[in-house]
């Protein structure tokens, strides 16, 4: 969400690899019209920043500073934020100013009424003042305008007097997606499209889609009540912000929206926000970009003309990293003029990146990963799938039921489905592989899991000193214990039936075993497993290496590029045989990259180097014969690498 908060520094680290197994590379996207090949640069416009660049000076000496640090397609210029409306006519000169320099001009608009003590506050859409305001706003900004993006404001917290009554017995979940489902149809598109015909609505969705039902943000109705959506991925510092949110949304998010609204997700939108050093900018944008967002949208105008500063990176300040401060602070994008560059603002951070990752995104192909379900309205297990990004596992979550999948993960969102056990059933009796979390089988007790397995949850918890694993009856291999430096993790405790279902991977506590990923099998092939999950997500980048390997020799077989590493570093994988590791951690890592391909080498294709890869032997049951790369990654870095026979 676009909030102006204060700007704080950034932590955490970046790598990233990228690599193709094809020694012909795919054409490039068409270009878009600017100095990008792969995507579009937005830059949005606060009012109150209209409103100042009413005074021809600033205007010319803000966009020359804005635009000789980063290449911009189109700017978004707000008619109305917090109730303050900006002039026509200043409009008009606006438009009018960035379409003599090339720049697409759009309309945006947001629909918030300020803050009350640091919390946002929504218009009361049951008041008909407030209904006739949000109406004119919308109209305004609609004469103007054929393109108009809503910032991601467009939802409901009042719960005065006019709302309790018309809520009348139901939730305030249904209640406020009926009200603001009728808003976006009588105010807003219907009101923009009385006056101009031509302008085509996109609405922004916010980053913490887990709630959005709760506020009226209707994710299954409103990509079809909307000409377009958007997507925020404004994922910030994952702990010191009020959400938490792991850095692999970024990426996830689009790919769940491109599902929601295919060939509809106009782009991904990044603000400067709640940054501990600079790199955590630079990520969110590569993730975005990444995740095939057609524009990258940077918000806002004022933030870019922040100072640039490095923040709290002195752990890799001196290496040589992918995003160099030093080399930052001298890049020029393509056709700025040749006059002395100004101090480095947000805006060259922005440039530095993104210029950075367009060299390579034209070798990758259509994104893919392990496939999820998350109906448009679920809750529980809230932000899961981010976190499994971050232990390598790449996601697909898509909004119905994946069928066609070999293998399925299912966390606690899936419940919402009311036909989720039927889905399984045919799942399984197909001869596939449903991976369901410990969440989501607790939640689906008394509707009918119990068709497909019988187990037991205690409500108990155990703490957790090591990991065994084993196959059958017999002697378990040791994964890790304290002695190998395992941590302490808090598990719940999963009761099953003896030779029922078997635990493959036990969580030991004091000696004794619990499942921590447990087999039992429906029908005459299909594979259930269920994955207890530990009561603190972020406790998963606790699981040993090995503990992973065993997860991921169930969820990714088959899976054409496997990582195997350290946890906080994420696998993107293409349909072209191309994968990006990226890696959050602020050390050098070593990490092992798997094919299934026949190529022997990665070629670096940035510095040319040829890396030998080797045919894994001696892999335990279940785990296929890949070949292996060893990779060595600075922190903050990327290589590019084509797989060569």
Known sequence: MSAFRPRIAAAAVFSLVLV???SAQPAASPAPAGGHRNFAVAVYV??????RLADPGILASEWERISSQVNVDKVYLESERNRVVADDALLERLKAFFAARGVRVAGGITFSDGEESGQFRSFCYTDPADRAFVKSAAEQVARHFDEVILDDFFFVTTKRDSDIAAKGSRTWTQFRLD?????????????MKAVNPRVRVTIKYPNWYEHFQGLGFDLDAGPRIFDGIYTGTETRDPTSTDQYLQQYESYQIVRYFEAIAPGRNGGGWVDTFNLRYADRYAEQLWDTVFAKAREMTLFSWGGLLEPASPGRREAWQSR??????ERMLSYRPAGA???AAPPATMARVAGYALDQVDAVLGSLGRPIGIESYRPPHATGEDFLHNYIGMIGIPIDLRPSFPEDAPVVLLTEDAKADPELVEHIKRQLRAGKSVVATSGLVRALQGHGIEDIVELEFSGRRILADGYSMG????????????????????????GFLTNDAWALVSAMSDGVGYPLLLIDRYGRSGRFYVWTIPDNFHHLYQLPPPVVGALKDVLMQGFPVRLDGPSQVA????DNGTFVVESFLPVPVSVKVSTLGPSRTLRDLVSGEMVPGDLEIGARAGRERRVAFELRIPPHSYRAFAAKP
């Open 20 to 22: 193709s197994f094809v």
């Open 46 to 51: 606060p009012v109150m920043a209209v409103r």
């Open 179 to 191: 009200l603001m489902d009728d808003a976006a149809r009588q105010l807003i598109v219907g009101a």
């Open 320 to 325: 040589d990293t992918s995003f160099n401060y």
């Open 337 to 339: 003029a040749a006059a």
């Open 471 to 494: 196959a059958g009856a017999g002697e378990r291999s040791l994964l890790s214990n304290e002695s190998t430096g395992a941590r302490p993790v808090l598990f719940p405790e999963v």
């Open 571 to 574: 696998l993107f994988a293409y």
